[in-house]
């Protein structure tokens, strides 16, 4: 967490990517289960969160939500060689990727330990995608 919050600190508002980065109605929760595959077409549900975003923040709330790793690993370099980012996007994607994945980290280390929703060890490796995403 204190690398996370070391990056956060340094962050500053970025570059101003306007005009370089196209808006796009996204779901905005990348929970797999939201997305339907019937062999042919992508089916997007559940909208609560929806609303104007970009293609490089849905990518990074795909690859970094915990349910795209947490029990059946998710292969994000090859399901990222399917779009074709211009550079602007690809530095959002990183810099989205690394926010999301501190803020399941804190999502993760608050969790009731009592009742835990996710398998023993997940906040750990949850720690150790965020330290990846910051090298």
Do not use: K
């Not at 101003?16 to 929970?31: E, M």
């Not at 803020?103 to 280390?109: D, G, H, I, N, S």
Request: charged residues 25%.
């Amino acid at each position: 967490m204190d690398s996370g919050l070391d990056w956060l600190a340094r962050s500053g508002p970025g570059t101003d990517t306007r005009g370089q980065i196209a808006p796009v109605f996204g779901p905005g929760d990348g929970n797999l289960a939201n997305y339907l595959w019937d062999g042919f077409r992508v089916r997007i549900v559940d909208f609560e969160d929806s609303g104007r975003s970009d293609r490089a923040f849905e990518l990074a709330e795909i690859t970094e939500h915990v349910g795209s790793w947490v029990e059946h690993p998710f292969d994000v370099p090859a399901f990222l060689e399917h779009f074709d980012l211009s550079p602007a996007e690809t530095s959002r994607l990183r810099e989205s990727r690394r926010l999301l994945a501190l803020v399941w980290l804190f999502l993760l280390a608050s969790e009731a330990t009592e009742n835990p929703r996710n398998p023993p060890g997940t906040v750990e490796r949850q720690a150790g995608r965020v330290l990846e995403l910051l090298a």
